[in-house]
């Protein structure tokens, strides 16, 4: 309701425009000059689990469509990994006494790396034991 695209080839009426967003705290992107707007439209990407941003600081657009691009492609191999993370996360809010702990360990590159073995559940029961892993993996 309060962005303005200033897209005009008239750099008087660009101008009128500018300096009215400016006096009333608009927010306002110059089609004609990204550096003369105080916005900027970011490359937007998901995946199954993830979004994220990307804007470059040299006002480049396809530089920043092809990095989130190759981005998108990395981090979807994630995309099982932060699903079972968030659902420990989720559930391990019920155990006050486990939470700072667990949560600490699922982040780490040692979790990272037993995920990717195959053997998380049995690196996870082994520090936690087989009734709690149980109640956080539901």
């Not at 003369?36 to 990307?54: C, D, W, Y």
């Not at 006002?59 to 092809?66: C, I, M, R, S």
């Not at 995309?79 to 420990?88: P, Q, R, V």
């Amino acid at each position: 309701k309060h962005i303005i695209v200033i897209a005009s080839n008239d750099e008087n009426i660009n101008e009128i425009i500018r300096k009215y967003c400016d006096d009333n705290y608009k927010i306002y992107i110059d089609a004609s000059d990204f550096t003369n707007g105080i916005g900027v439209v970011p490359a937007e990407r998901s995946s199954k689990t993830m979004n994220f941003a990307l804007n470059t600081k040299q006002g480049n657009p396809k530089g920043a469509v092809f990095m989130c691009n190759k981005i998108q492609n990395y981090i979807s191999e994630y995309d099982d990994f932060i699903e079972l993370t968030g659902t420990i996360r989720n559930n391990v809010k019920n155990y006050p006494e486990y939470k700072r702990d667990v949560l600490s360990y699922i982040y780490s590159s040692e979790f990272e790396e037993a995920y990717k073995r195959g053997d998380y559940i049995e690196s996870l029961n082994e520090r936690y034991g087989n009734d709690i892993i149980k109640k956080l993996l539901m």
